[in-house]
């Protein structure tokens, strides 16, 4: 793991593969650490002749996390979007994507092919919308347009989603059924559900750092985002998007409407897959990657 210091955050990441190559650029999830792009999937493509660089967003993993911030209330985060106040957050997904710009400047790389997964899936739409000149093509998965029209996920899920978990330190046979079970509803039907390797990968990102507040920071940016779809329609990369068939997070209307809100977008829907990427897919995934890039 490397930490390239920026303006006034540190971003932990990883580099695989030749630095010569063309560089793909990971963006994680919400909540989610670097290392849920696997060692295989990074290797995967750096075979495909690119270099691949992983990183922690700002407030999750080895990066810079802002704990001193008061905890996120949900009741008033709600309250103040529907009277059309700005609530107050340590940052924005904006902010975060400068983080991603930040991220090619300190490696002194000049363009650079954006794959973003969830809510990086937005992060890297807002790249690739706000700095084309750093853009070679974008790949956005499992995500959304912040279109208000499109179906929103359920209460039951944001409840499961946002419910406190037991301190992995204190209690982790409980922190570990309480992740297990979140991912294991939001994982599709089409492949098995490995309870050993998800819970090999929970532990892991515990062992990095444990911050249990950076995810409701993180809901808090992707709540006030607002709509993309005008920036979308700017966009003039090669652009791939893809979405699981079965993803009960973000229904897959949402990435449809991605497609649709970028012009020449190809829209990639895999049957069986939920809000994860098991292995079985590393190839259909990467294989939609490369084509994507090749076509640049």
Excluded at 220 to 248: E, N
Excluded at 287 to 295: A, F, K, L, Q, S
């Amino acid at each position: 793991m490397n930490v390239l210091k920026l303006n006034t955050i540190e971003l932990a990441y990883d580099s695989f593969g030749n630095e010569n190559d063309e560089a793909i650029i990971l963006i994680s999830g919400l909540g989610v650490q670097m290392i849920r792009w696997t060692d295989s999937f990074c290797q995967m493509l750096t075979e495909r002749g690119f270099r691949v660089i992983r990183f922690d967003n700002r407030d999750i993993g080895c990066s810079t996390h802002f704990s001193h911030y008061p905890a996120l209330d949900f009741t008033t985060l709600a309250t103040s979007l529907m009277s059309g106040e700005r609530p107050n957050i340590p940052y924005t997904l904006n902010d975060m994507a400068k983080d991603a710009i930040g991220l090619l400047d300190g490696l002194s790389i000049d363009r650079a092919h954006f794959v973003g997964r969830s809510m990086g899936g937005m992060i890297a739409q807002i790249v690739a919308s706000e700095y084309p000149e750093r853009v070679l093509s974008l790949t956005s998965i499992m995500s959304s347009t912040g279109n208000p029209a499109l179906p929103q996920t359920s209460p039951e899920m944001m409840a499961m989603m946002t419910k406190p978990a037991p301190n992995p330190f204190e209690d982790e046979v409980g922190f570990l059924a309480h992740k297990l079970s979140f991912a294991k509803c939001i994982a599709g039907t089409g492949y098995p559900f490995e309870k050993k390797a998800y819970r090999d990968s929970i532990l892991a990102e515990v062992q990095r750092n444990y911050d249990p507040g950076s995810v409701g920071r993180q809901i808090a940016a992707m709540a006030i985002a607002g709509d993309r779809r005008p920036r979308l329609a700017t966009i003039k990369v090669p652009v791939l998007v893809i979405h699981g068939m079965d993803d009960p997070l973000i229904d897959p209307a949402c990435g449809e409407d991605t497609a649709s809100a970028i012009p020449g977008a190809e829209l990639l829907l895999v049957d069986g897959m939920g809000h994860d990427l098991p292995p079985q897919l590393y190839k259909v995934i990467i294989d939609g990657i490369e084509r994507t890039v090749r076509h640049q």
